[in-house]
C-alpha cells in the first residue's frame, strides 16, 4: 500500500478535528491512516497552530544554518593551528 504524504497544515487539521472531540479511531478511518501515526503527530505537533509550525520551521532551518557555520570556522581553525605548530 501506498505511504500517503500530509503537509503539516493537513495534519494540524487533522489533529485539531481530535482535540474538538473526535474519536482517533474514527480521524484514522476518515483520513487512511494508522492509530500511531496519528499518535506520533499528536508527541510530533500537538498544540501548533500553522503560524507557530511555519515559525519554528524556520527557526530549524536558521539553526541549522548557524550550526553549518561554526562547524566551518572549528575546521578553520583547527587547520590554522596545526599549520602554525610546524616548524619550519
Known amino acids: ?3 500517503r504524504q500530509y503537509t503539516e497544515e493537513q495534519i494540524i ?3 485539531q478535528e481530535g482535540e474538538a472531540g473526535a474519536k482517533v479511531s474514527e480521524l484514522c478511518l ?5 492509530d500511531a ?3 506520533n503527530w499528536k508527541s510530533k505537533y500537538a498544540g501548533l497552530s500553522v503560524s507557530e509550525l511555519k515559525r519554528l520551521k524556520t527557526l530549524e ?11 566551518d570556522q572549528l575546521l578553520d581553525i ?10 619550519f
Open 1 to 3: 500500500m501506498k505511504a
Open 13 to 15: 487539521a487533522v489533529l
Open 30 to 34: 476518515k483520513h487512511g491512516m494508522s
Open 37 to 39: 501515526t496519528c499518535y
Open 61 to 71: 532551518e536558521e539553526n541549522r544554518r548557524l550550526k553549518q557555520i561554526v562547524a
Open 78 to 87: 583547527v587547520a590554522l593551528k596545526e599549520l602554525l605548530s610546524k616548524n
